[in-house]
């Protein structure tokens, strides 16, 4: 669950006890000096931050000026991807946990479609895939709870859905709060909805005259794409783009930005405005949020 892991007050308190997965015993701060700590993330903390700190860890104000960093360890998340189709974001999630820059793993793969491209990866890569909701005419599966429990039994942190085309059912938004995420291909609320799915909305966008779109990465809730927004990136929409060169240009865009979202849940980055408005915090730069 993307903690609430301090209030957006400046100067913006930063307090490591409550980031939950933090274990203090692991902190290891001398001004200027890094220890190495596997699986360690720093935090850079400008003169201006101040860093409360749980009571075992022996981190000492910094001197006007001075940079503190905080090296702390943050467990690495278990991921659940959702699918129905290709998978390509599936995929691009996969190769950047493989990779390194990723902070956590895809334990297990969920889609409706057991025979589509992110299943048949899932299966070539090691990775239990489960489906839901079953078909029509299939015998038996999961129900809502079930899925759920599956979930837990696989220690799921986030839920990434990447091309699913079902209604996720409340009874995961409820046991997932704030931890489930969708990649739509417009800049939603635009183009967002039932119906709007796939090529469909690059057809929209293109009839409609718009002249960018671009993918948005948004918090899951009950109804199809109105959940809060958490990322965006822009792309032009050319003079005489057909639905499949917009598509193509939107894709590597959204690629890049799931990546980009998943890295900075993994390390515990996404903290809440006080007007409820999700914020992702720059890896670099603790002082720059978008
Ligand atoms: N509870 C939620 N579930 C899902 C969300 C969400 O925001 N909340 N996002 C969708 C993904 N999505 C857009 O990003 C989306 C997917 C599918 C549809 C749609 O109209 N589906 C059709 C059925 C299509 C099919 O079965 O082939 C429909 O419901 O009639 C709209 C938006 C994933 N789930
Ligand atoms: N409304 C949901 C929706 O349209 N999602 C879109 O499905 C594609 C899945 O591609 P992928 O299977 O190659 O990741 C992606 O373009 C994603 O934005």
């Known amino acids: 669950m993307v903690k609430q892991p301090f209030s957006l007050k400046f100067p913006p308190l930063l307090s490591l006890s409550s980031y939950p997965s933090v274990q203090s015993q692991n902190l290891d701060v001398r001004s200027g000096s890094l220890h190495a700590i596997s699986d360690v993330h720093k935090i850079v903390c400008s003169s201006s931050w ?3 700190c ?3 860890s022996n981190i000492t ?3 006007e000026g001075h940079e503190v960093r905080a090296q702390v360890t943050v467990r690495r998340k278990k991921l659940a991807v959702f699918v129905s189709g290709g998978g390509s974001n599936f995929r691009s999630i996969h190769d950047a946990s493989k990779r390194g820059s990723l902070h956590g793993d895809v334990t297990v793969l969920v889609t409706n479609k057991s025979e589509c491209g992110g299943a048949e990866y899932a299966r070539n890569n090691g990775i239990p895939v489960i489906l839901f909701p ?6 038996k ?3 809502p709870s079930d899925l759920v429990d599956t979930l837990r039994k696989f220690e799921v942190d986030f839920v990434l859905l990447a091309g699913y085309l079902k209604l996720i059912p409340v009874e995961l938004i409820r046991a997932y709060e704030r931890s489930i995420f969708n990649i ?12 709007y799915y796939g090529m469909k909305v690059h057809k929209a966008v293109i009839a409609s005259g718009a002249r960018f779109s671009g993918p948005t990465i948004h918090f899951v809730d009950e109804h199809y794409d109105t959940g809060r927004i958490l990322a965006q990136r822009v792309v032009p929409v050319l003079a005489h783009d ?13 690629h890049q930005l799931y990546v980009e979202v998943v890295e900075a849940l993994c390390e515990d980055r996404v903290v809440w405005r006080e007007d409820g408005v999700p914020l992702i915090q720059s890896r670099e730069n603790p002082n720059d949020f978008r």
Do not use: C, I, Q
Not at 247 to 252: D, E, G, H, I, T
């Open 242 to 254: 057909t639905a499949e060169e917009l598509a193509a240009r939107v894709l590597n865009e959204e």
């Open 184 to 195: 739509h291909p417009s800049l939603l609320p635009a183009f967002g909805g039932k119906g």
């Open 61 to 63: 104000e910094p001197k």
């Open 141 to 143: 599966g999961l129900s």
């Open 50 to 52: 101040r860093l409360l």
């Open 134 to 139: 079953k078909a029509k005419d299939e015998p």
């Open 54 to 56: 749980s009571k075992s």
